[in-house]
């Protein structure tokens, strides 16, 4: 072979070689990228799902706990005069539904 084919073959053997590494190395680059989201993704989801059990404990406290603090009597001892003011039984009846919801010992548990 002469020498000029020799020389144009090793050329277009590196050009091809130089375009395989950079397609290999964008390959890996981009797998990389889809790695990283997919990862991020992945907390989104478990991020979203422990969001929708505070949710769920919420939409609890607000439809059963909630109406229960406004059922509750207040406490009158036989010493308090029957006119007493409104602002006594009101603080008496929070205090009454702060007990009440302690008892039902609704834990967050994040």
Same mark, same amino acid.
Request: glycine letters at 0%.
């Given at each position: 072979?002469?020498?000029?084919?020799? @020389? %144009?073959?090793? /050329? &277009?053997?590196? /050009? !091809?070689? !130089? #375009?395989?590494?950079?397609?290999? +190395?964008? @390959?890996?680059? %981009? $797998?990389? $990228? *889809?790695?990283?989201?997919?990862?991020? &993704?992945?907390? =989104?989801?478990?991020?979203? +799902? *422990? =969001?929708? #059990?505070? &949710?769920?404990?919420?939409?609890?406290?607000?439809? /059963?706990?909630?109406?229960?603090? +406004?059922? =509750?009597?207040?406490? *009158?001892?036989?010493?308090?005069? $029957?006119? $007493?003011?409104? %602002?006594?039984?009101?603080?008496?009846?929070?205090?009454?539904?702060?007990? =009440?919801?302690?008892? /039902? +010992? *609704?834990?967050? %548990?994040?």
């Amino acid at each position: 072979m002469r020498s000029k084919t020799v @020389i %144009t073959l090793l /050329i &277009i053997a590196t /050009i !091809l070689l !130089l #375009i395989k590494v950079y397609v290999a +190395n964008e @390959i890996y680059y %981009t $797998s990389r $990228s *889809i790695q990283k989201t997919t990862q991020q &993704i992945n907390a =989104l989801k478990e991020e979203r +799902n *422990i =969001l929708k #059990i505070k &949710i769920e404990k919420l939409k609890y406290k607000n439809t /059963i706990v909630d109406p229960l603090f +406004n059922y =509750l009597p207040p406490k *009158i001892e036989p010493s308090q005069e $029957s006119n $007493s003011s409104t %602002t006594k039984v009101k603080s008496e009846k929070k205090k009454d539904a702060k007990e =009440l919801f302690e008892t /039902i +010992n *609704i834990e967050e %548990t994040f």
